[in-house]
C-alpha cells in the first residue's frame, strides 16, 4: 500500500504558449521570446512558491513524479529548466527513481533541447501531436503541422528515449472514421511506450464553448472510431490501463497520473495550479494558486486554502478511481480518505443494482457498463 503520507508528486505550470488552443481549458499565457526576465522572475517564483507550499505539510516529504505541463514548458530557454530542476532536488527530497516528465510542442523542440533535458534529469517526454492530418491540425488551432510532428518524434528516437508518450485526439470536427484510423495508425508505427488517445470534448471557458465549431461528430461516429481505435491499439499489443491512457509495458505507465486516479497527495507550482494535500489527522486540503502572472511574479502565491468536505472527498475518490481498468480495495477506501465504509454503502448498492460495479467481500470492480456509462455512475456518487 502506498504511504500517500509521505510520498508526493509535483506538478509544476509554465503558462507560456505560442497560441491558446480552442479545446484547452487550462491556464496560459501568450510567450514572448524577449520578455527573458520575466521567466527568470517566474522561476524564481515557482522554487518561492515550493517553499511556502512544504511550510504548510510540517512534515518530511518525498517525490516520486514531477511533471512539467502548460501552456508550452519547451518554450522556455533549456537552461532555465535545468536550473528550476536542480534548485527543486536541493530544496525537497526527490526519489532517485522519480518519474521526470516534461510536455512537448513539436514546433517547440530541438535536438540541442532534448540533450539539456536529459542532462537535467528528465526521464519522460510527451508530444501534443493530437494529429497527423494538417486540416484536423488547423481546426484544434495547433500551431505545428504534421511534418513538424513526425520530425519531433523522430528526435526522440534518434537520442534513444525509451520512454515517450504521444497525445492523439479523436471526434475532431468534420473528421471522418478513415482520419481518426490514420492518425492512431501513424502513432502506432512510431512506437511509442504511452499513446494517450482521447475523445474531444467542449470544455467550459473554452474558445470552443464560446464559438461552438460546425461539423461536430455523433454518437454513433464517434462510438465507431472508440470501438476501432481500442481494436486496433489491442492488436499492435498495447494494454489499456486507464480510460485514455495505453501502453506496451507495464513500466512505462504514468506514474504521476497514476497518483491522482490512486487519489494520491500532490503538490502544484505555478499559476493557477492545485495542491491536494492529507493531514496527519487525515483531513483534507486542498489549494489554488493564483492565476494572475504579474501577481504570481509578486509574491502573491496563494488564491484560495480550503478543507474538502467529507462529500467532496466521495465524489473525488471515484471520480479518479474508476478512470482505472484496476479493481478498488475496500480497505483503501478508508485508509485514503478517513471515511467509513459504512457511509457510501448507499451509493455502492445502488451503482451494484445497475450493473456498474460488481464486488466481493475485498474489492469493487468496474463493469464494462460501468466505463460505457461513466458519467451516469459518477453521478450516484455526486
Known amino acids: 500500500m502506498i504511504n500517500f503520507n509521505k510520498y508526493y508528486s509535483l506538478y509544476i505550470h509554465i503558462p507560456w504558449c505560442l497560441k491558446k488552443c480552442p479545446y484547452c481549458d487550462f491556464y496560459s499565457t501568450i510567450f514572448i521570446k524577449k ?22 505539510i510540517k512534515r518530511t516529504i518525498y517525490i516520486k513524479s514531477i511533471f512539467l505541463g502548460g501552456g508550452t514548458p519547451s518554450l522556455l530557454n533549456k537552461k532555465l529548466i535545468s536550473l528550476l530542476l536542480n534548485k ?15 510536455e512537448i ?54 537520442n534513444n528515449i525509451s520512454n515517450f508518450n ?23 508505427l512510431f512506437q511509442p511506450s504511452h499513446i494517450s488517445w482521447y475523445q474531444l470534448t467542449i470544455e ?20 465507431k472510431m472508440f470501438l476501432q481505435g481500442k481494436k486496433m491499439l489491442f492488436k499492435h499489443k498495447y494494454f489499456q490501463y486507464e480510460i485514455s491512457s495505453f ?4 513500466e512505462f505507465v504514468c506514474k504521476h497520473n497514476l497518483n491522482y486516479w490512486y487519489f494520491g497527495n500532490y503538490l502544484g ?29 509578486n509574491g502573491y502565491y496563494f488564491y484560495s486554502t480550503k478543507k474538502i468536505l467529507d462529500k467532496e472527498i466521495i465524489f473525488e475518490f471515484f471520480l479518479n478511481r474508476f478512470r482505472l481498468y484496476k479493481k478498488i480495495n475496500k480497505k483503501e ?30 474489492y469493487w470492480f468496474i463493469t464494462n457498463k460501468g466505463h460505457l456509462y461513466l458519467n451516469d455512475l459518477l453521478e450516484i456518487f455526486i
Do not use: M
Open 35 to 56: 520578455n527573458k526576465q520575466v521567466q527568470e522572475q517566474y522561476i524564481n517564483s515557482l522554487l518561492l512558491d515550493l517553499k511556502k507550499t512544504l511550510f504548510l
Open 88 to 102: 527543486i532536488k536541493k530544496n525537497v527530497n526527490v526519489l532517485k527513481t522519480a518519474e521526470i516528465t516534461i
Open 105 to 158: 510542442n513539436p514546433s517547440s523542440i530541438s535536438e540541442k533541447k532534448i540533450r539539456s533535458y536529459i542532462d537535467s534529469g528528465i526521464n519522460r517526454f510527451s508530444i501534443g501531436i493530437q494529429s497527423f492530418n494538417n486540416k484536423s491540425l488547423k481546426i484544434l488551432g495547433r500551431i505545428h503541422n504534421s511534418e513538424e510532428a513526425i520530425n519531433a518524434i523522430n528526435i526522440l528516437i534518434q
Open 166 to 188: 504521444l497525445d492523439i485526439i479523436y471526434g475532431i470536427p468534420g473528421q471522418s472514421l478513415k482520419n481518426s484510423y490514420d492518425d492512431l495508425y501513424k502513432a502506432i
Open 204 to 223: 467550459k471557458n473554452t474558445i470552443f464553448e464560446k464559438i461552438k465549431p460546425k461539423n461536430l461528430l455523433n454518437d454513433d461516429l464517434l462510438w
Open 247 to 250: 501502453v506496451r509495458k507495464e
Open 269 to 297: 507550482i505555478g499559476c493557477n495550479s492545485h495542491s491536494k494535500i492529507t493531514l496527519l489527522n487525515k483531513k483534507i486540503i486542498r489549494i489554488i494558486k493564483n492565476k494572475n502572472i504579474k501577481q504570481y511574479i
Open 333 to 362: 477506501f478508508f485508509k485514503i480518505t478517513g471515511i467509513k465504509i459504512t457511509k457510501i454503502l448507499p451509493l455502492i448498492k445502488k451503482a451494484l443494482k445497475l450493473n456498474y460495479l460488481k464486488e466481493n467481500n475485498n
